[in-house]
């Protein structure tokens, strides 16, 4: 089967625009889950989709936003770009809960300027 | 949010070394990963521990779960260059459906 993939791979916005991240899980699966990593926080947990609802949501503000369609293709929206928006986004799928092993795709580096 | 203690931070071994690295946490947690990611990429998981006491080998990687459910350790034995790379642990307690991480392990090994 392929992998977690994650388009694009790399992204450079200025302040104030707005981004769309786009990932595709692995076959059959149907949880997507969102996070970002920064080298001050690490990991951070954003959502998990699962069926196109979010089911899960961690402590980020509203300007983070995503979805997910019917084929359990999901994507992150983040509006008004923060220069501390600038992380690694990673996204990671499971087959129906995300409490089962999670595989992560490699990411969308976003700079912001 | 919440997140594991993980340690140590960094670690520059000789090639051959055996490494030993460790995540607790105060809440009891009902699975552990063990995850390693290589510089711009996603991290690949390495280890699953599902049950308190688990201890399970991929290779040269050996990680336990732990027998209070606070706590997990992975073990990799006689390193090689290709082991450089950050190595995270993960968790997930009961009744939360979401992933909580370390902040890494930064592992160096020299030839």
């Known amino acids: 089967k392929a992998g977690v993939t994650q388009t694009p791979r790399y992204l450079i916005k200025t302040r104030g625009q707005q981004v769309t991240l786009s990932c595709s899980p692995i076959?059959?699966?149907?949880?997507v889950s969102w996070y970002q990593q920064t080298p001050g926080q690490g990991l951070q947990f954003l959502f998990e989709y699962f069926s196109e609802t979010q089911r899960n949501k961690g402590n980020f503000p509203g300007r983070f936003s995503g979805r997910q369609f019917s084929n359990s293709r999901s994507e992150m929206n983040v509006s008004t770009l923060e220069l501390g928006d600038s992380a690694l986004y990673l996204c990671?799928?499971?087959?129906?809960?995300?409490?089962?092993?999670?595989?992560f795709g490699p990411g969308t580096r976003l700079t912001v300027l | 949010g919440q997140q594991l203690n993980q340690s140590p931070q960094s670690m520059f071994i000789q090639e051959g070394e055996d490494v030993s690295m460790n995540c607790t946490s105060s809440s009891i947690f009902n699975t552990w990963l063990w995850y390693k990611q290589d510089p711009g990429e996603g991290p690949v998981l390495l280890i699953a521990l599902y049950k308190a006491g688990e201890l399970t080998s991929n290779g040269r990687l050996t990680a336990q779960f732990g027998i209070t459910r606070k706590d997990s350790f992975l073990n990799i034995s006689a390193s090689i260059p290709s082991d450089v790379g950050i190595y995270f642990c993960a968790g997930i307690q009961g009744g939360s459906e979401k992933l909580v991480f370390g902040k890494g392990t930064k592992l160096t090994v020299n030839p």
């Open positions: 076959s059959g699966h149907r949880s």
């Open positions: 990671a799928s499971t087959e129906t809960s995300s409490s089962d092993t999670q595989y």
